[in-house]
């Protein structure tokens, strides 16, 4: 079984400051690692995956991710956050297979003028 | 291209009725979820099929809630009859793989959101 643990339910941050969201998991075989997002009144669209290969993901809005598979976590970070940032994010992580993916509580960042 | 389409968007009702969401895949997506989101928690898989076969229901509450995909395209969940912590947003999701394989996207639509008084 898998599961993935996001510490933070609510992150403030001002407005071109950076910001790192956590997300652990556990699995017992290899896994796949997502980051979707969801803006209000709307579903979840991808952000960033990790399948194989360099352990730093990259977003085309800015965000990046980094495997750790020592420390069995996968943090979203942006160097410098927009108004238009703010938004929940989860966590994601799948074995492959057939592919179920169990997601986080979620994260939502609140980004302050 | 289209995204995934579900209806109704909001949908009111009282305990003990009955519901049904509907929802069409991406065209050519051969897998096809439903997850459930209560508020203030993460989507939680309640189906997911592979084509018009079931895959995993493991979290289905089989006793009110049903689902299908007749023709391995559109799907169709349904609730009957509805408690009130039914109340949450459900999700449907599709992707593209065809079989066991590696970590495709998975595309969601917007949501049917279902509030149970």
């Known amino acids: 079984a898998q599961s993935v643990t996001q510490l933070d339910s609510q992150v403030p941050v001002f407005e071109e400051a950076p910001v790192e969201l956590r997300c652990n998991y556990s699995?017992?075989?290899?896994?796949?690692l997502f980051w979707y997002v969801q803006y209000p009144n709307q579903g979840l669209q991808l952000l960033l995956k990790y399948l194989s290969g360099s352990t730093l993901v990259e977003s085309i809005n800015g965000f990046e991710a980094e495997f750790n598979k020592s420390q069995t976590s996968f943090h979203l970070r942006k160097p410098s956050v927009h108004i238009s940032d703010t938004a929940e994010y989860f966590c994601?992580?799948?074995?492959?297979?057939?592919?179920?993916?169990?997601f986080g509580t979620g994260t939502k960042l609140q980004v302050i003028p | 291209e289209a995204g995934v389409a579900q209806s109704p968007r909001y949908k009111i009702i009282e305990k003990r009725q009955s519901v049904a969401f509907w929802c069409n895949p991406i065209?050519?997506?051969?897998?096809l979820y439903w997850y459930q989101q209560i508020l203030g928690q993460g989507p939680k898989l309640l189906i997911q099929?592979?084509?018009?076969?079931?895959?995993?229901d493991s979290q289905l509450p089989k006793d009110r809630f049903s689902a299908e995909r007749l023709k391995g395209v559109d799907s169709t969940l349904k609730i009957q009859p509805a408690k009130l912590e039914d109340s949450a947003v459900y999700l449907c999701?599709?992707?593209?793989?065809?079989?066991?394989?590696?970590?495709?996207?998975?595309?969601f639509g917007e949501g049917s959101w279902l509030t149970v008084v």
């Open positions: 099929f592979q084509n018009n076969g079931v895959v995993d």
């Open positions: 994601a992580v799948s074995p492959g297979g057939y592919q179920k993916v169990t």
């Open positions: 065209s050519g997506h051969a897998t």
């Open positions: 999701a599709s992707s593209p793989i065809k079989e066991a394989g590696s970590g495709n996207t998975i595309y």
């Open positions: 699995s017992s075989v290899s896994v796949y």
